[in-house]
């Protein structure tokens, strides 16, 4: 471990972490217990005590088949495994002085992704904004989202709920002030908060990027249909069946023809696992939600200019604008809208730079500027042909606004509805 080792505290135990160009890194610190033999397809249980552990290295990611989007971010090569209910905190010091604290929701279609890739590095906002930033797995695809009637629905959320329990539990251990939490999250991370507002929220402020709210949540009776085809394609009659099952055959269920066939019959395109309206975690569509909930949050919201350009076979052009209004844009202000009417603060953007003709500004092309991590990115196709100086200066002017909002609840632009075009 080095000169460069750190302790802190939890619950839990001791956690031993390392500096990383200044700031304290904690990784794959268990908030909940392996959800694996009995607690599979169960809520997350407590992690027991671990006395010390060293949480120098990175955890792995949730079981995941690559993400259809690939071909635009680039691939997502790291270990997998069931023992996922890890988190990542960054934090400038291992003292009292009760920083603000933001938790990452990642994206992926509830299918990919996790919150331990150098993607979503929150080093250099920890250091530049003084905040904690803490990042969570949470359970994917069929282990977190597959819905049979009976069981417990929403796992992956009730896993992010558990993440953001941990964090109000502990994070003053390492510098943090549980009284101010943001949450926010990408793409599928994003819609989550809308349900997560719904329950009993620890926070009182969001950031949305890019949220599905258009696609809504799954009704309970296709999720069903859906389950049981997934059940049936991995060979396993009952969740009993699947819960002996490698987690392998799972994944392999989401591509049989008998699945896929059932999602064309979705028209509005939703990803074979969702968030689904079970009536007891989820109790409502995702409309109702917004419009009881947009006012139990101080909201950051906004979207891409080109959204359905990073989806395969899409390109650029007037139906798949109109697809990406549908689906990010109209919801995403409606939000803004709400939130406003109901007493809170709301501002809202749209992230237009477009460095290729082929994306354009297209989904998740924001996320390494919010992050600045350019270098983890890499030759990402959808950043081909970008400057230097306009990452940098795109870079600073998010960050210092995300970090502003995060700090203090607002931005230096006006609230909504205007829109700040980022460009």
């Known amino acids: 471990m080095g000169d460069k080792a750190i302790r802190s505290t939890t619950q839990h135990g001791e956690v031993i972490g390392c500096r990383d160009n200044g700031t ?55 270990p997998q495994s069931e023992d996922c209910l890890h988190l990542t905190v960054w934090t400038p010091g291992i003292d009292r002085k009760k920083r603000p604290v933001v938790i990452w929701l990642h994206g992926g279609a509830w299918q990919s992704g996790g919150g331990a890739p150098d ?98 949540f799954r009704p309970a009776a296709e999720a069903a249909e859906l389950g049981r085809r997934v059940l049936d394609a991995a060979g396993a009659a009952t969740l009993e069946d699947a819960r002996r099952l490698p987690y392998q055959d799972l994944l392999k269920a989401q591509r049989a023809p008998a699945v896929l066939e059932a999602l064309k019959s979705d028209e509005i395109g939703r990803a074979l696992f969702c968030p689904v309206v079970d009536g007891d975690v989820i109790a409502e569509p995702v409309d109702a939600v917004r419009e009881k909930m947009a006012g139990h949050a101080d909201v950051l919201i906004g979207y891409t200019l ?24 109209a919801p995403s202000m409606a939000w803004a809208r709400q939130a406003r009417d109901q007493g809170r603060s709301a501002w809202a953007y749209r992230f237009d730079y477009a460095p290729t003709a082929r994306f354009g500004a297209c989904h998740c092309i924001e996320l390494p500027f919010v992050f600045d991590t350019f270098k983890a990115f890499g ?18 002017t998010m960050q210092r606004n995300w970090i502003s909002f995060i700090r203090d609840g607002a931005v230096d632009w006006p609230a909504y509805p205007h829109i700040e075009l980022i460009k």
């Open 306 to 329: 080109n959204e359905m350009a990073a989806f395969p076979n899409v390109r650029i052009g007037e139906e798949s604008q109109r697809a990406g209004e549908q689906v990010f844009g």
């Open 379 to 396: 030759a990402a196709p959808m950043l081909a042909g970008s400057q230097p100086h306009d990452l940098r200066r795109i870079s600073d």
């Open 119 to 216: 993607w979503y590095s929150g080093e250099k906002l920890a250091s530049r904004g003084d905040i904690v930033v803490v990042a969570p797995n949470y359970r994917l695809a069929a282990l977190g989202w597959l819905y049979i009637p009976g069981a417990t629905a929403n796992l992956g959320l009730l896993d992010q709920e558990a993440a953001i329990q941990w964090v109000h539990d502990n994070i003053a251990h390492f510098g943090g002030d549980p009284s101010n939490i943001t949450v926010m999250g990408q793409s599928a991370g994003g819609s989550c908060i809308a349900a997560l507002l719904n329950r009993k929220p620890l926070f009182r402020k969001a950031i949305l990027q890019s949220a599905s709210l258009g696609r809504g």
């Open 24 to 78: 304290a890194v904690f990784r794959a610190i268990p908030y909940a217990a392996a959800p694996v033999g009995a607690l599979r397809f169960e809520p997350p249980a407590p992690p027991a005590p671990y006395g010390t552990r060293d949480c120098t290295q990175a955890g792995p990611l949730a079981p995941q088949l690559p993400s259809r989007l690939e071909d635009v971010m680039g691939p997502l090569d790291l």
